[in-house]
């Protein structure tokens, strides 16, 4: 294990749901990560956060709204989603952000919108 | 813009024989390259990382090579196994931290 563990490991949902995915990560780590993996498409990423503090937003839609509680735990609420927003969403943690650290990735939570 | 290029979607090698995978870039200057390998259902895991000023890079059955003249790095599996069977993730990072991933390229052992 990668000492990051994500749930749900698979979702369904439909366009009007509101559901929230899960990250805890047992590192020790300052930094945590939402990328999203869409079949054939490269990781994308979405939300860096820092010491709980969000250092990066890459333009993703409002439709999806992350949260830092604390270093060791990451959500990512969503709500009104589209189908093409069905992909493999990983969180990941390294000890710093702005470093040339390798990332710890969880297993991801598969998503499906209907 | 940055592009990223793994040579292959697939790769398809006989056990015990060399898999060689690509990483190519175009208009970037990384600080360093990162591989994984990530199984169907699971989240990527690193492999190798080797910094801009170094040509080479081992660790057991793996070699990474990174020319940043020709913009390519190169992923060696010598006496590969079907264990080894997976998608490889080549991955670009600058001095701001971010890395930029490339498609992947699924290398496939038979026995």
């Known amino acids: 294990e990668t000492g990051v563990t994500q749930t749900p490991r698979h979702l369904v949902m439909g366009m009007t749901n509101k559901k929230s995915l899960k990250c805890e990560q047992h590192l020790g780590h300052n930094a945590m990560y939402w990328y999203k993996q869409s079949a054939k498409k490269p990781l994308e990423l979405m939300f860096v956060y820092s010491l709980e503090e969000r250092v990066e937003n890459n333009s993703v839609p409002s439709r999806f709204s992350p949260e830092c509680p604390n270093s060791s735990h990451l959500f990512l609420h969503l709500h009104t989603l589209q189908p093409e927003d069905s992909a493999l969403y990983l969180c990941a943690s390294s000890p710093f952000f702005d470093s040339n650290e390798k990332l710890f990735f969880g297993s991801g939570t598969q998503l499906s919108v209907l | ?111």
């Open chain 2, 1 to 111: 813009s940055q592009k990223i290029e793994q040579n292959s979607e697939a790769l398809n090698i006989q056990e015990g024989k060399t898999a060689t995978l690509t990483c190519n870039y175009t208009n970037y200057s990384p600080a360093y390259l990162q591989w994984y390998r990530q199984d169907p259902g699971r989240g990527p895991v690193f492999l190798l990382l080797i910094r801009e000023n170094e040509k080479e890079k081992r660790k057991e059955r793996l070699k990474v090579t990174f020319d940043t003249t020709l913009k390519q790095s190169l992923f060696h599996i010598t006496a590969s196994q079907p264990a080894d069977s997976a998608t490889y993730l080549c991955a670009l990072g600058g001095s701001q931290g971010n890395l930029i991933f490339g498609k992947g390229t699924k290398l496939s052992v038979k026995p």
